[in-house]
């Protein structure tokens, strides 16, 4: 196999793993949507479909990883060289690209990472919101939770209760 052909197919891979973080971007949208309004049947569908889709940029990865590892002992490279090194033996018109889809995945990575957090965060809020107004509205429906003390926790007082509800 030629350089150029070589050269082809990571950014072909490349190009599918982009394509693939696109569509867990997307994913994670469609929940945060789900989350802000209240549809706990959409959030669950969905996270079914980000469950296949992380599957599938696994997948992308491992391949990725391979082909690197394929290439490069083919090149007379260490196996374990990483992809932003390996670019620098292809020929300098084609560095560039290499180095904007590198850096155009690990943007993704950061964006889905951050994407991540802030649906968990929204995903708790909403939980302790949902707990605290069973807990007003019927105390003893809900326990609390263990303390550092190993005693049962109550997020609200009797007194909080009351002055909630009054």
């Given amino acids: ?3 150029q052909e070589k050269f082809k197919e990571i950014v072909t891979v490349l190009q599918v793993e982009l394509e693939e973080y696109g569509g867990l971007l997307h994913l994670f949208d469609r929940q945060q949507k789900c989350i802000i309004h209240q549809d706990p049947t959409g959030f669950l569908d969905i996270n079914v479909d980000v469950d296949e889709q992380i599957a599938k940029l696994s997948q992308c990865r491992q391949n990725r ?3 690197v590892r394929r290439i490069a002992t083919s090149l007379g490279k260490p196996g374990d060289i990483t992809l932003s090194a390996l670019s620098l033996c292809f020929m300098p018109e084609h560095q560039p690209l290499m180095k904007a889809l ?3 995945i690990n943007e993704l990575i950061t964006r889905t990472q951050r994407r991540t957090r802030q649906n968990r965060m929204l995903l708790a809020q909403c939980v302790e919101s949902a707990r ?3 807990s007003i509205s019927n105390p003893g429906a ?3 939770t263990y303390g550092a003390h190993g005693q049962i926790r109550s997020t609200y007082s009797p007194e909080r209760i009351t ?3 009054a």
């Fill in 132 to 134: 605290q107004l069973l």
């Fill in 102 to 104: 590198i850096d155009e």
């Fill in 163 to 165: 002055a909630a509800v």
């Fill in 65 to 67: 990883e391979e082909l």
């Fill in 1 to 3: 196999m030629s350089i």
């Fill in 142 to 144: 809900i326990p609390g």
